[in-house]
């Protein structure tokens, strides 16, 4: 196994090995303890996004006889707060995602439009091709649910390896015996996709610098995370020289690792040590490897790793906390730690901020006390509370939990007034105003978050509402959803873009064609990017906080626009109708309408079509039209005569 150059091998068992491992477990521990006053936090911000409310014992008891076919009640947590976290995730992604391309850039020093687009259109095929959608949705989900989302990226230059049977002619000392083939088994490594690659960190398993607060992480000396990988991952990437000490790994595979926070209990991780009956060749078990990464700005003389005396970014990966198996330079032009978060909470100087959710947890209690409250009154007032002389009525028919039920009396109670034997208690509903209280705990949760009803999708109450009204009282309720998109654009989505466009600069070494990105995709043509066309310095164009227009109200506004033309001229003279009615159809939702446009002939094709006679030329001349001028005529002379010799002329 030949490591990659830029690759130093830290052998097991050695002096160095054992002091750099205790210094990365150091870190981890340093970060652990202050991270973790966040954890049970964390883990409450699940259940409550999973409208999970702990049981009482009488729950319990509820849940056996409900199972057992005896309908009971229950208690329930109202999700509000999760109902108010999903409108406001639709509305971020709805300002994040509903532009095209979704990053766009602008260059810094006098870079053409040629070269932007280029940019652009590199990176959304990286978007399309690696699906960096699914993990952006989730890193705007964790800022709301945990207050702090975490995204990290690399460069992918992925392959594959596969097997196919082909058939190859038969060779007898090198010449090929024409009619004979046979059939062979080779190996083929197939080239895949080359670029940027994103995935989230639960805010658990991320373990940053806590000597800055999470919003500076950027200036910490280190930063980090743990998951897992599996046997088959470690083995790939110790071909590709990344990984040493694999005879290590093999001997401590029973060992643990770092121990990860599980969060709630209701929430269900994958559990790589799951095993199976997997034996190999050496008869070695082979399972799942608890891998801690962590970047750190070390002085590589001082960790001996190095001559220079000047601190740069180191990456070590370890296996089970035990064994050291990758360890190299970061390399990135960027040079800054390969993370980005997100927090929902403006606030400067805390380690950490809160979620949406934990802002509105103990409005939250509130509305679930009010409502659960009412209905245990309502089950209190529907059962009957009766006052019983037993020794005047049958109790076997009082109990009978059947409806239509007869209640007897005993003999000796014959003839007396039966009103007196059984009396029901008068119960008077004494929270019959608590729905009522828990609009007012609603509407207080929606102050707080700026997550109102017209956010949510329902219309304010109080009779007819004009358009205008509806538009500007939305406008109204979204001015706190747009500076938290504000904030997440300066915080995570510029410095991400600018990373990702650092990695492509760096790594991008091919000349391909791609589609221009945007509402231009349709009417121009691919271009081809080269490694030379994307250099230069760009800045990721902020987004400014609001909703994208609706694209059916642009599409009715430019049909008004289109329809002035016919009454000026001199306007259709003046813009390109065509690419606005392209527009039109875009925005209406029509995405082949360029399919459909004329292409002009070339003139080579019409010299074509003359010479062979599919086409006769106008003439200039010919008789009056009225006007003074004069019509055209076709010249039918020169149309080739049927059965006509070429070169010879007409037959008479």
Request: net charge neutral; with cysteine; glycine share 8%.
């Amino acid at each position: 196994m030949k490591l990659r150059p830029e690759v130093v091998e830290i052998p097991f068992n050695t002096e160095r090995h054992r002091q750099i491992l205790d210094a990365i477990q150091q870190r981890f521990d340093m970060s652990k303890r202050k991270m973790g006053d966040r954890y049970s936090k964390w883990a409450e911000m699940e259940d409550r996004a999973q409208a999970y409310i702990k049981p009482t014992e009488n729950d319990t008891r509820r849940e056996v006889e409900r199972k057992n076919g005896k309908p009971q009640y229950t208690t329930l947590e109202i999700p509000y707060s999760y109902a108010m976290l999903l409108s406001a995730h639709t509305y971020w992604s709805s300002v994040f995602f509903g532009r095209t391309p979704h990053f766009q850039y602008q260059g810094r020093h006098g870079e053409t439009a040629e070269q932007e687009r280029s940019v652009e259109a590199l990176i959304e095929y990286q978007q399309t091709v690696a699906g960096w959608l699914v993990p952006l949705y989730t890193w705007l989900m964790d800022m709301g649910k945990y207050g702090l989302g975490v995204i990290g990226h690399y460069w992918a230059d992925e392959f594959a390896i596969t097997s196919e049977v082909r058939e190859v002619p038969v060779e007898y000392f090198g010449i090929a015996i024409p009619g004979k083939t046979r059939k062979v088994r080779e190996t083929v490594r197939v080239n895949g996709y080359s670029g940027n690659r994103l995935y989230n960190v639960r805010p658990q398993d991320f373990f940053p610098d806590p000597r800055v607060s999470i919003a500076r992480f950027q200036e910490g000396e280190f930063c980090g995370r743990i998951t897992s990988v599996g046997w088959n991952e470690v083995i790939r990437r110790g071909a590709d020289g990344v990984y040493f000490n694999l005879d290590a790994v093999r001997s401590n595979m029973g060992k643990w690792g770092m121990e990860r926070e599980q969060g709630s209990s209701r929430l269900v991780l994958p559990d790589h040590m799951e095993t199976f009956a997997r034996e190999s060749s050496d008869g070695k078990y082979r399972d799942g490897f608890d891998l801690s990464e962590m970047t750190i700005e070390i002085v590589p003389s001082e960790w001996g790793l190095g001559a220079s005396s000047y601190p740069e970014k180191w990456c070590f990966s370890v296996l089970n906390d035990t064994v050291i198996v990758g360890c190299q330079p970061q390399g990135l032009y960027h040079d800054k730690f390969a993370f980005d978060v997100l927090e929902y909470e403006v606030e400067g100087y805390a380690l950490s901020k809160r979620s949406m959710l934990e802002v509105l947890d103990p409005l939250s209690n509130a509305l679930n006390w009010l409502f659960n409250s009412h209905m245990f009154n309502v089950r209190k007032v529907m059962n009957d509370q009766l006052v019983v002389d037993p020794s005047r009525v049958v109790m076997k028919d009082l109990t009978d939990p059947q409806a239509g039920r007869y209640i007897r009396l005993k003999p000796e109670a014959y003839g007396s007034d039966a009103r007196l034997a059984v009396s029901q208690l008068q119960v008077a509903d004494v929270t019959q105003n608590h729905l009522r209280d828990a609009q007012v705990v609603i509407e207080m949760m929606q102050r707080v978050t700026g997550v109102v009803d017209n956010v949510m999708g329902m219309v304010n109450s109080g009779g007819r509402k004009t358009a205008t009204e509806v538009r500007t009282s939305s406008s109204f309720g979204v001015n706190r959803l747009k500076t938290t998109c504000e904030y997440a654009s300066a915080m995570g989505f510029a410095p991400l873009s600018l990373k990702l466009l650092a990695n492509t600069q760096q790594k991008y070494d091919k000349e391909q064609i791609f589609r221009i990105a945007g509402d231009q995709q349709m009417r121009a043509a691919p271009i081809v990017v080269t490694p030379d066309l994307i250099k230069g310095s760009y800045a990721f164009i902020p987004v400014d906080g609001t909703m994208p227009v609706d694209r059916f109200a642009q599409a009715s506004l430019w049909k008004e626009l289109f329809l002035a033309f016919k009454q000026f001229p001199e306007l259709a003279m003046a813009y390109d109708v065509p690419g606005i009615m392209g527009l039109i159809a875009n925005l209406s939702g029509v995405k082949n309408f360029d399919k459909y446009r004329l292409k002009a002939t070339p003139d080579d094709a019409i010299a074509n079509a003359v010479k062979a006679g599919n086409l006769i030329p106008m003439t200039k001349g010919g008789p009056s039209d009225g006007t003074g001028g004069s019509k055209g005529t076709r010249d039918f002379s020169q149309l080739p005569q049927a059965g006509a010799v070429s070169g010879v002329g007409r037959a008479g």
